[in-house]
């Protein structure tokens, strides 16, 4: 980059990605940068990412987004966790949680106190404890923060939504602060001789849109970061093999559950998101373990409703980007990398990305330093989830098709192996400090797919057998009074942001 001050910002490519990035930094820097996006209508959006985790809350806040008007807007509902179906065998099922089960003792966490009473004969599982749980299986939601005067969390939530809705309602709200929308297809890109960034971008070999710094929102095709700046990919099919999907949509359900399901299958899993107005439905698969057809046949014989279309087939490779930031452009959303939505993290990317790019966004200048430090993290952050990833496959007990054989056996990153041996020891948990997944998370998959820890903290003994018996006792008696005062999930949605 010049040492000229940075006065116009150009963002290629539309979806929730492009508008995402559009809102965010119409809203923070709209102020001191001229913003253009740049997108096709003749050029479709992979438009599937329908289920998040709650750092949506935080980007919505920042925008000033109305939750009751966003959630009506796009057919949303809220979100409690996933469950999990089959996954660490057949015939079982967990509720991966956006909150804590039951609440820490003298600094020790709950899972300790519940996994010492298990070992003694206790029956009850983890999930007994878990506000979540409880709700979910109600299907009950509302707004609680914290459970009577105790120090237990309350309801931690997030969304589900039409994608290509929440895209547009984000569109309208960009060009509200400013953002200038232009119609057309890179055909063409120039760059600065000398220090090779990008000068402009040629629409439709006719039109030139000049800027200081470019966003490449273009999706798999990344058609600057990866096309034109020939930044390199790592592909990591070999720790997450599934490498296409087909979504369909289907009726909406009769009873709208606050939760995401992901059911496995023999060559892959199968995604349920509830939606006001209908159900968004996916299979994501291996393509060296079953054909596309099966895996279409195999999707719609496992929707609950009838399908309203024909299977879309999407394809792509796990991985990443080499660099997030090559000379300046960042790209954001597909065109940096690629985890499937196993758990919900591909919106979370995007605004993580935007964030930190705020963060570090060059006034002017080399901004050498500060594009190291945004694909430094960026890196790490990917390389955690992945591994999160990663263990719901590996840590399984199916043997019943081939390839579960192949993710029960595969060779996975060091870094994964340290947690799984260190929970399975003593239920602690090797938690990165800035990890995406809180301990909760790790110890509810962990335990969820299989994994018993040969022993707990020892600190979680303190306690004589018939004070944990209270204490767990007591712990049931505050969920289950809590839940008892929620209303359910449809009648919340039907009270507050029922869509049109």
């Given at each position: 980059m010049t040492e000229s001050a940075v006065r116009k910002l150009v963002i290629v490519g539309g979806g929730t990605a492009g508008w995402i990035t559009a809102a965010a930094f119409s809203r923070l820097m709209g102020r001191t940068l001229e913003i253009e996006l740049v997108e096709s209508v003749a050029i479709g959006t992979v438009g599937v990412g329908e289920a998040t985790i709650p750092q949506i809350i935080r980007l919505n806040t920042i925008l000033g987004l109305d939750e009751n008007d966003f959630l009506r807007r796009t057919n949303g509902t809220f979100k409690l966790g996933i469950e999990f179906v089959d996954w660490g065998s057949i015939r079982t099922r967990y509720l991966h949680t956006f909150g804590d089960a039951g609440m820490n003792l003298a600094s020790v966490p709950f899972h300790h106190y519940w996994h010492r009473a298990a070992r003694s004969g206790h029956s009850d599982d983890l999930w007994h404890y878990s506000l979540h749980?409880?709700?979910?299986?109600?299907?009950?939601?509302?707004?609680?923060?914290?459970?009577?005067?105790?120090?237990?969390?309350?309801?931690?939530?997030?969304y589900h939504f039409d994608a290509s809705l929440y895209a547009a309602y984000l569109r309208a709200y960009a060009e509200q602060h400013?953002?200038?929308?232009?119609?057309?297809?890179?055909?063409?890109?120039?760059?600065?001789?000398?220090?090779?960034?990008?000068?402009?971008?040629?629409?439709?070999?006719?039109?030139?849109?000049?800027?200081?710094?470019?966003?490449?929102?273009?999706?798999?095709?990344?058609?600057?970061?990866?096309?034109?700046?020939?930044?390199?990919?790592?592909?990591?099919?070999?720790?997450?093999?599934?490498?296409?999907?087909?979504?369909?949509?289907?009726?909406?359900?009769?009873?709208?559950?606050?939760?995401?399901?992901?059911?496995?299958?023999?060559?892959?899993?199968?995604?349920?998101?509830?939606?006001?107005?209908?159900?968004?439905?996916?299979?994501?698969?291996?393509?060296?373990?079953?054909?596309?057809?099966?895996?279409a046949e195999t999707l719609l014989a496992g929707l609950d409703t009838k399908p309203l279309a024909d299977p879309r087939p999407i394809r792509f490779t796990t991985g990443r980007r080499e660099q997030f930031w090559s000379h300046n452009c960042v790209g954001i959303g597909l065109s940096s990398g690629f985890l499937e939505p196993l758990e919900s993290t591909s919106i979370h990317l995007i605004q993580?990305?935007?964030?930190?790019?705020?963060?570090?966004?060059?006034?002017?200048?080399?901004?050498?330093?500060?594009?190291?430090?945004?694909?430094?993290?960026?890196?790490?952050?990917?390389?955690?989830?992945?591994?999160?990833?990663?263990?719901?496959?590996?840590?399984?007990?199916?043997?019943?098709?081939?390839?579960?054989?192949?993710?029960?056996?595969?060779?996975?990153?060091?870094?994964?192996?340290?947690?799984q041996e260190l929970f399975a020891s003593s239920g602690?948990?090797?938690?990165?400090?800035?990890?995406?997944?809180?301990?909760?998370?790790?110890?509810?998959?962990?335990?969820?797919?299989?994994?018993?820890?040969?022993?707990?903290?020892?600190?979680?003994g303190a306690l004589t057998d018939a004070q944990l018996s209270e204490f767990l006792k007591n712990v049931r008696t505050l969920i289950e009074r809590a839940v008892d005062g929620l209303p359910t999930h449809e009648d919340y949605l039907r009270q507050h942001c029922q869509a049109g």
């Open positions: 749980q409880l709700a979910a299986e109600h299907g009950k939601f509302g707004k609680l923060d914290r459970v009577g005067n105790t120090s237990m969390t309350g309801l931690a939530y997030a400013g953002v200038t929308r232009t119609e057309g297809i890179v055909s063409s890109v120039a760059r600065d001789g000398e220090s090779g960034d990008i000068t402009s971008i040629t629409l439709d070999a006719e039109r030139e849109v000049a800027g200081d710094f470019f966003i490449d929102c273009t999706g798999f095709r990344a058609v600057l970061l990866g096309k034109e700046l020939d930044v390199g990919y790592q592909d990591w099919s070999k720790w997450l093999p599934c490498n296409r999907a087909q979504a369909v949509p289907s009726e909406r359900l009769d009873n709208l559950v606050p939760y995401t399901r992901a059911t496995a299958k023999t060559a892959g899993w199968q995604w349920r998101i509830p939606l006001q107005h209908r159900t968004g439905n996916g299979h994501v698969y291996c393509s060296e373990f079953i054909s596309d057809d099966e895996a993580s990305h935007v964030s930190r790019l705020l963060q570090l966004f060059p006034a002017s200048g080399d901004a050498r330093i500060e594009r190291d430090e945004y694909n430094r993290r960026c890196a790490t952050e990917f390389e955690q989830i992945r591994d999160f990833l990663i263990l719901h496959y590996h840590q399984t007990s199916r043997e019943d098709s081939e390839f579960w054989r192949y993710c029960k056996n595969m060779d996975v990153p060091d870094s994964l192996t340290h947690k602690r948990v090797g938690r990165d400090a800035d990890d995406l997944f809180r301990e909760a998370s790790w110890v509810q998959v962990m335990l969820g797919q299989g994994v018993m820890p040969d022993g707990h903290d020892p600190m979680a």
